[in-house]
């Protein structure tokens, strides 16, 4: 057991990108669950009047901005947004594009040809504009951004769930289950499902970077998170006025956002390559 | 090839066909009576009229349409996405035709700076990840030309500004009228397309050089740098060409936040208007134009990647051919 630790941890650090990756995701998990720990200061009320905008310092890490808040503890605190609008626009865009996508395989025919249109045509909109526009039915705000980036992101799911799904069909322990008078939905929980989540979990590390991105994106264009609220994308958006005078306001923010990206990305290659 | 022509275009067309619905579905899947948001988010921009009165809604409501069925509605709105008449805009108080076109100069001329910008970046970029002396060079080059993957838009338009403008005095920061103007957006969307074209031309440069004739050419006395310039590159840059639709892609999704950041007046900065505006006649309107944009780039592509390269076999037979293989692979 001792070996197989020492082994394990061999193998870490002959991969120090991946190392690195999970140390950053693991300290915006703790920002998430416990920014108060982090961060002492409070990212909406705690106003140093004394030192508005000023640069990074001691005891301003990532400086201060025009109301003399904490940008260090605005970003901690923004974590949770983050991270949870991220979680579920990843959440829908799964659920509904895997279940389309198996149910495109598996029913085939007129269904298959449906869903794979319909798909045809929401890729053929680049997905921040998809988003924006449902974004225009939905309405604005944080969760509203989320589940917009979310929908846009079924396509992805749905395409790689129908292609598995397809894969297995194909091999023989199918054939077999249902010969042997499995029922489908049987054999879609046990047979399935199991063996198609793999790639798509793969999948949706890499989409929770990128949904982490779209929400930034919207909230930086002002359709997200509402000003007091912490929120990455709003806080770069709120610092553009002072893009001459105060780089910090844009760039930590902004910095922390490419950060969690990158960290997720690495992550999510590095699974796929052990699948 | 005939035959392969007619149905991509056939593919094409109903994909267009579910662009244009999909933008009718965006008015009728509005929540509560889409008149009504329409004039509230109208009546805030211009006149300050305050709510709008029952009046103006059911007058609104006929103008749309929206008094009638459904089906009625949308044969009348095939009709006029035919005849290319999308209505007023009500943030800008045009037709919605004359507005996109006021934006469509300026986003051609950034989309045009940014792929010519992106291809240059790209080549660079892949061949820096084959030709540069030292694995360990080649690798730390290769991740950070990826890290346009990760870098969002609006920070990287912003740092640019900050760096060339601001601090050098290289570029202008705003507007849309010289060509130096043109610079720092263009530049901000080829960083973040060219990393994933230079990834791909790695690999297929790095495949071609196991190649048969990579050798033949070896043993003829080329250098491994000569091989690749002379060679290989032209073998693999052709899979580039698949990645045109998705650049395109990114480069309208790019332009809405960069276009915004720039101050470029352009459709990429329209669509956020509108958005903005709850535009909905715009908004339809733009929909159908990148879906449009779209599917015609990917139309063109795929029939020209058939006729330069007549190996390649139609995507739905290939991917039922070659998946067994794959896995095999993937599990050796």
């Given at each position: 057991m001792i070996?197989?630790?020492?082994?394990?941890?061999?193998?870490?650090?002959?991969?120090?990108?991946?190392?690195?990756?999970?140390?950053?995701?693991a300290v915006l998990v703790g920002w998430a669950l416990a920014p108060t720990a982090f961060a002492p200061l409070d990212p909406v009320h705690d106003l140093d009047a004394a030192a508005p905008l000023a640069p990074p310092s001691a005891a301003h890490w990532f400086g201060t901005d025009v109301l003399g808040r904490?940008?260090?503890?605005?970003?901690?605190?923004?974590?949770?947004?983050?991270?949870?609008?991220?979680?579920?626009?990843?959440?829908?865009?799964?659920?509904?594009?895997?279940?389309?996508?198996i149910v495109a395989a598996y029913a085939g025919r007129w269904t298959d040809t449906a869903i794979s249109r319909s798909v045809d045509v929401l890729v053929a909109i680049p997905g921040l504009l998809l988003s924006m526009a449902l974004v225009s039915i939905l309405g604005f705000g944080v969760d509203r951004v989320a589940i917009a980036v979310g929908l846009a992101g079924i396509p992805g799911f749905v395409r790689i769930a129908r292609a598995e799904t397809i894969r297995i069909l194909s091999l023989p322990y199918f054939d077999a289950a249902r010969t042997s008078g499995t029922r489908p939905l049987r054999i879609l929980a046990s047979h399935v499902l199991p063996n198609a989540t793999g790639p798509v979990v793969v999948l949706a590390g890499l989409e929770l970077g990128g949904a982490i991105l779209a929400v930034a994106g919207l909230s930086f264009l002002g359709f997200g998170a509402v000003p007091p609220l912490p929120e990455w994308g709003s806080m770069v958006n709120e610092g553009r006025l002072h893009i001459a005078t105060a780089w910090w306001l844009t760039f930590f923010p902004g910095a922390v956002v490419a950060a969690t990206v990158l960290a997720l990305n690495r992550l999510s290659r590095n699974a796929r390559r052990r699948a | 090839?005939?035959?392969?022509?007619?149905?991509?275009?056939?593919?094409?067309?109903?994909?267009?066909?579910?662009?244009?619905t999909l933008s009718f579905l965006v008015v009728q899947l509005i929540p509560g009576d889409p008149a009504r948001i329409m004039l509230g988010g109208g009546a805030s921009g211009g006149e300050g009229a305050g709510a709008a009165d029952d009046g103006q809604v059911a007058a609104l409501r006929t103008e749309l349409g929206l008094d009638r069925p459904v089906l009625a509605q949308y044969?009348?709105?095939?009709?006029?996405?035919?005849?290319?008449?999308?209505?007023?805009?009500?943030?800008?108080?045009?037709?919605?035709?004359?507005?996109?076109?006021?934006?469509l100069e300026s986003t051609l001329q950034l989309g045009a700076a940014s792929i010519a910008l992106t291809v240059v970046l790209g080549m660079?970029?892949?061949?820096?990840?084959?030709?540069?002396?030292?694995?360990?060079?080649?690798?730390?080059?290769?991740?950070?030309?990826?890290?346009?993957?990760?870098?969002?838009?609006f920070w990287l338009a912003i740092l640019l500004l900050q760096v060339f403008s601001f601090g050098l005095g290289w570029f202008p920061a705003f507007g849309a009228g010289s060509p130096a103007a043109l610079v720092l957006p263009a530049l901000t969307l080829a960083l973040l397309s060219a990393g994933t074209l230079g990834q791909l031309l790695t690999r297929g440069i790095?495949?071609?050089?196991?190649?048969?004739?990579?050798?033949?050419?070896?043993?003829?006395?080329?250098?491994?740098?000569?091989?690749?310039?002379?060679?290989?590159?032209?073998n693999a840059s052709l899979p580039v060409f698949t990645m045109v639709g998705m650049l395109i892609g990114s480069i309208l999704s790019g332009a809405t936040i960069v276009e915004t950041i720039y101050g470029r007046p352009g459709v990429g900065n329209l669509f956020v208007v509108a958005v903005q505006a709850r535009d909905f006649p715009l908004i339809q309107a733009l929909v159908v134009l990148t879906g449009g944009v779209f599917v015609l780039v990917t139309l063109v592509v795929d029939i020209a990647y058939r006729w330069i390269d007549p190996r390649v076999v139609e995507p739905d037979r290939r991917e039922g051919a070659r998946r067994p293989r794959e896995r095999a692979g993937a599990a050796a």
């Open positions: 070996a197989r630790a020492l082994g394990s941890a061999g193998a870490a650090l002959r991969q120090p990108g991946a190392v690195a990756a999970a140390l950053v995701l904490d940008v260090f503890s605005r970003v901690v605190h923004g974590a949770r947004v983050s991270l949870l609008a991220g979680l579920v626009a990843v959440a829908i865009s799964l659920t509904i594009g895997t279940a389309l996508g | 090839m005939t035959r392969y022509v007619l149905r991509r275009l056939g593919h094409a067309l109903v994909v267009l066909w579910g662009a244009v044969a009348a709105y095939l009709v006029r996405v035919v005849t290319l008449d999308w209505g007023t805009s009500f943030a800008k108080r045009q037709p919605v035709t004359d507005v996109i076109a006021s934006g660079l970029f892949g061949l820096g990840g084959v030709l540069l002396p030292g694995r360990w060079v080649r690798s730390a080059f290769q991740s950070i030309t990826v890290l346009g993957i990760a870098v969002p838009s790095e495949d071609g050089l196991r190649e048969p004739y990579a050798d033949t050419a070896r043993a003829r006395g080329l250098s491994r740098a000569g091989v690749v310039l002379r060679h290989v590159l032209r």
